[in-house]
């Protein structure tokens, strides 16, 4: 089975400090994605990867960065957390064949609150 | 830009009875389609897909067909389980596959 890890399932941080989500994968993808879930919004992408070192804006990058500096490994940063930031963050590769066309496998979330 | 449209919920269903949650979208080119489902504390779950039109897909149950006269990919089930309780995502991907793009969701609640 394929396997998409999030290391930590609920994180609780304060306002301003810097926050690290990691995202390890087992099968060798060279495709990683970051969304953030929120109730009546659904999921929307953060950043995405096609290649180590390589990183692609998505639809709401504002207030978050990314480093893949192992095929296997996708962190997202939280340069500043800030209280919007509260959420649910989900990491997928493609689920199938390593193409979209077959859709997501995702990680079992990390439910981030910052006070 | 692509978008997914599916019916708002909750959705509060007796055991046994029949379900629809509507799906509709627009996409450039042939986009994929695809139900997901998110049970309570865990990370989406893909349900069913369907790569082309007239395509059934159906897995635990539940069945969609895409339409492309329609633009529509509705899930369906028979009969439905207490177990069945969950978010349901409809999502298509298209346009060089580059992401998936992704419904707001739909709660289902099944009683007993």
């Known amino acids: 089975d394929v396997k998409v890890t999030q290391s930590s399932r609920y994180l609780v941080k304060r306002t301003g400090e810097k926050v690290f989500l990691e995202c390890v994968q087992d099968m060798d993808h060279e495709n990683m994605f970051w969304y953030r879930q929120d109730p009546g919004l659904g999921l929307r992408l953060i950043y995405f990867?096609?290649?180590?070192?390589?990183?692609e804006k998505g639809d709401i990058p504002e207030g978050y960065s990314v480093s893949r500096e192992k095929k296997e490994r996708f962190s997202l940063i939280l340069e500043s957390a800030s209280t919007n930031q509260t959420s649910m963050y989900l990491c997928a590769i493609p689920a199938d064949r390593g193409a979209l066309k077959y859709g997501y496998t995702f990680g079992s979330g990390t439910r981030l609150t910052v006070v | 830009g692509d978008s997914v449209t599916q019916m708002e919920g909750p959705v509060t269903l007796s055991e046994e009875a029949f379900l629809t949650i509507n799906c509709t979208y627009t996409?450039?080119?042939?986009?994929?389609l695809f139900w997901y489902v998110q049970y309570p504390g865990e990370g989406l779950q893909l349900l069913l897909k369907a790569t082309k039109a007239d395509d059934k897909g159906s897995n635990k149950g539940f069945e969609a067909t895409y339409r492309k006269e329609t633009t529509s990919f509705h899930l369906e089930k028979g009969s439905v389980q207490v177990s069945d309780s969950a978010v349901y995502f409809c999502?298509?991907?298209?346009?060089?596959?580059?992401?998936?793009?992704f419904g707001t969701g739909t709660k289902l609640q099944v009683i007993p």
């Open positions: 999502a298509l991907t298209s346009g060089g596959y580059q992401k998936v793009t």
């Open positions: 996409a450039t080119g042939y986009p994929s």
């Open positions: 990867s096609y290649d180590v070192k390589m990183k």
